[in-house]
Every structure is written in structure tokens, then in C-alpha cells.
């Protein structure tokens, strides 16, 4: 029992660490080696691996993670991985949002690279759920990664504000 002080509630109230001969976990099962470890294009464009979301999210960002989530796959690339390359690219967004001048095409931009960069953060949990490589270490990473793209992202935005002339910091 020791273990499941480790796992958040959810998980720990559905695992049982010395007697899971009544439930096997997912990784015993033949299916899991045959079937979830070797996902196609179609299972992730299905969204059969997507977290649950708002309807934009579910409309336009998992779906950008999907594609995503199975072009990494087949690179070889791990879930860890395309955390830390989304988050370099809120970063990168961030830097845009903060550096580029005020105007439509900026924001536009901005945009594009901000969907881009949040259809990363999506693809990782698809890839990792598609591919049976869930952690711990995987979900602290994701929600670490996230805190640093919002607070990138708020203060990129209050540079831009400034720029703009919308707000002034006195």
C-alpha cells in the first residue's frame, strides 16, 4: 500500500498493489502489446486517445494533436519529449507575442504558433495513452510545462499590451 501514496486519488483508489490477480493491469492483457502499443493514423485521428476537452479544443486542438501525436510516433519520439518540445515552443511564442510589433499580422502569427504549440501539449498525452508509456513523471512534466507557458505567455502579453499603447506600467 505503500505505493499508492505516490498516485493521485483517482488512480490510487482503482489500484490495489498486492492483489491485482482480480484485475490485471492493461499491460498483461495480449491486447495491450498487440493493439495499443502500435497505434495507426486512424486511432488517433479517432481522438480514441484524447483527454476530454471544451468543443474548440476537441474540434481544432486534438486534432492538431493527433496529427501531431502520430507523427512523433513514427519518428520515434517519446511522450516526455514532445512535452518539452511544446513547451519550447510556447516559449518561442511568447518571445513572438513579446517582440513583434503590434498589428494584425503579428497577431495572426502569434496564433498560428500558439495552435501549433498547444497541439503539442495535447499530442503528448495522445501519444503516451496511443502507446501505453503513461508516468507519473509524464504527467508532472506535462502540468510543470504548463505552468511555465502561462506565465511565459502573461507576461509576453503584458509587453505586447504595452507596446501597443493599451496599458501603461506606471
Known sequence: RHL?????????DNF???????NPP???SWKFWTEMSRPNFSDFWALKFAA???????LLSQRVGAILAYTAYRVR???????LLGGAVFI???ALYAWLPPGAASALLCALVFQIAFGLDCA???LARGTGKTSLFGAWLDIATDYVRNVAIAFALLLWQVQSGTVTLE
Open 92 to 94: 518561442v511564442n511568447a
Open 16 to 22: 490495489n498493489y498486492f492483489d491485482d490477480r482480480a
Open 124 to 126: 503528448d498525452g495522445q
Open 4 to 12: 499508492q501514496c505516490c498516485l493521485p486519488s483517482t488512480h490510487a
Open 77 to 83: 519520439c517519446t511522450p516526455s519529449q514532445v512535452t
Open 26 to 28: 492493461l499491460y498483461a
Open 52 to 58: 476530454k476537452g471544451g468543443p474548440l479544443t476537441q
